[in-house]
């Protein structure tokens, strides 16, 4: 997939540059290579500032308005914004990998954006980690993903917003993490096919009933999971016993809960909404039809 953004990314940039000896017609129309659009999402988020939806994804960061259901390019840039996580008004935590037009280092860290997403400045860890999952629960901050120098995989823990960091064993190869919203020593993880729980930050694991899949939490006692089938579950234990409430109707590739609706990312791109606690979805926003 990468290789197919490094192509569409270098025909934008020489665009129109085409030899002497092409015919004038064909040379006032200069070839402009399609958007791909928002492939590949890794995260979502809803920004308390306007209530726009935000998609984070392999071809970079999209913003989808209150009133609309067409995710636009933020900033034209094509960040790949690995992990992504919306920490106040406009204000958004992310990693991942840089526009293949920046001359920065491959692995990004922890990075900020205070103008909802058009400018990221570094926190910490550049050129050194990036996060596949991020998640936030005011000054604490756990990020899991590769480590530059070894390639391995790390859990990391960070109760200064970002700027120092503990390191934490996790269970096993996570897909998701969660952090209680009324206790974030309390975090949920999920491999591909088991969910465990923590209570002390994350020094150690229990193992819960159930298979893995991806988590958020809509609310204090309301924990969702989304399975690799689109089996919606809800727990209000804690992951210790779920119940089955609905079908998201295909894989799920990203899923974020907000205190009155839960967003879910199919692989095609699609964005589905629930407002009653995944027992129905409906799309909120679909990609454009790519031209060319």
């Known amino acids: 997939m990468r290789r197919v953004v490094c192509a569409l990314v270098a025909a934008l940039l020489v665009a129109g540059c085409g030899g002497d000896d092409e015919p004038a017609e064909t040379a006032s129309r200069p ?10 999402v890794h995260g979502l988020g809803v920004n308390p500032a306007d209530g726009a939806l935000f998609i984070a994804t392999h071809t970079g960061l999209f913003r989808v308005a209150s009133d609309d259901d067409v995710a636009h390019r933020v900033a034209g ?30 692995y990004l860290g922890l990075i900020a954006s205070g103008d909802a997403g058009n400018t990221w400045k570094p926190v910490s860890l550049y050129g050194k980690a990036d996060f596949h999952v991020l998640e936030s629960a005011g000054e604490r901050v756990v990020g899991y993903g590769s480590d530059f120098a070894s390639r391995r995989q790390q859990l990391l823990v960070s109760d200064d917003a970002g700027k120092t960091w503990a390191a934490r064993n996790p269970p096993g190869p996570l897909i998701d993490l969660a952090l209680s919203p009324a206790d974030s020593d309390v975090w949920v993880a999920s491999t591909a096919r088991a969910v465990f729980r923590t209570v002390d930050s994350g020094r150690s694991w229990k193992p819960l009933r159930g298979s ?23 727990s209000s234990d804690g992951g210790s016993t779920w119940r089955r409430v609905g079908d998201l109707g295909g894989q799920p590739a990203a899923l974020e ?7 879910a990312a199919l692989h095609d791109g699609v964005i589905k909404r629930s407002r009653d606690g995944g027992r129905t979805w409906a799309v909120r926003s679909r990609p ?3 031209d060319g």
Do not use: C, N
């Open 257 to 263: 809960g907000e205190d009155d609706s839960l967003y």
């Open 77 to 106: 840039r094509y960040q790949d914004t690995m992990g992504f996580t919306v920490v106040g008004p406009d204000r958004f935590l992310g990693s991942g990998h840089p526009d293949l037009r920046e001359r920065k280092p491959p």
């Open 31 to 40: 070839f402009v290579a399609p958007d791909p659009g928002p492939l590949h």
């Open 288 to 290: 454009e039809p790519v």
């Open 212 to 234: 893995g899949g991806l988590l958020a939490w809509r609310a204090p006692t309301e924990l969702v999971r989304a399975g690799g089938d689109g089996q919606i579950g809800v």
